[in-house]
Structure formats: C-alpha cells, structure tokens
C-alpha cells in the first residue's frame, strides 16, 4: 500500500546538478529507512544512496561520495538525492525504495519491498 513518487530527471552537461524526489503516501515503520538506486541497461542495479530518516543519518556509494547529498523535508514526507558535478558516467534509471526488511544490508535491492516508478538520468560529455 505504500507508494513512492519520483521526479526531477533529465537530462544535463557533466559538471551540472539535478535533484530528485521521492514522494511516499505515508510515513511510519516501513518508510523509516529509504534509498536511492540506479540501473544502467544490462548492468545490476547499484546503492547510490541511504537515509535512516528519524535520525537523518546517511550512507553513500564510493562513488558518489562527496557530489550526492540526501536529505528530506519530513512536512512533505519528502526524500532528496542532490546530485551535483555529474558525470557520464552517473547516466542512469534512478529509483527511491523502502520497506527495508530488519536486518537487511541497505545497499542490496531485494531487501526493499516498495519501490518508485524510476527517473531518468542523462549526463551528456
């Protein structure tokens, strides 16, 4: 019954910034904890990013680290993922997900039970 909203791909230069959203239906139990993915065609889908929303404490993929900030606005029960200096090689389907089953590693897709429609990402050289 939980549902995820995503917006804010596009396409851009590299060296450019875009932000996504990730609108849930509610908030509680199962939307405490959610994350960002990306999946290129062929290629697994990969972590970007993690947030743990009653403490706001994040975790990034190596290779955002230091160009990806997320964040959320709890009024809007809204999530975040700022990207900026993007490169070629952040082209991307990204998708929000939650419902992290207990215990689950953030960082693996089948933990999650709910997930985003997805949002392009194009970075052009």
């Known amino acids: 019954q939980v549902q995820l909203v995503e917006s804010g791909g596009g396409s851009v230069q590299a060296g450019g910034s875009l932000r996504l959203s990730c609108a849930a239906s509610?908030?509680?139990?199962?939307?405490?904890?959610m994350a960002w993915f990306r999946q290129s065609p062929g290629q697994e889908r990969e972590g970007v990013a993690y947030?743990?929303?009653?403490?706001?404490?994040?975790i990034y993929a190596d290779s955002v680290k230091g160009r990806f900030t997320d964040s959320q606005d709890n009024a809007k029960n809204t999530v975040y993922l700022q990207m900026n200096s993007l490169k070629p090689e952040d082209t991307a389907m990204y998708y929000c997900?939650?419902?992290?089953?207990?215990?689950?590693?953030?960082?693996?897709?089948?933990?999650?039970?709910?997930w985003g429609q997805g949002t392009q990402v194009t970075v052009s050289s």
């Open positions: 997900a939650a419902g992290l089953r207990t215990g689950g590693v953030w960082s693996s897709p089948s933990n999650y039970a709910y």
């Open positions: 509610e908030y509680g139990f199962s939307t405490n904890r």
């Open positions: 947030i743990d929303r009653p403490s706001g404490t994040t």
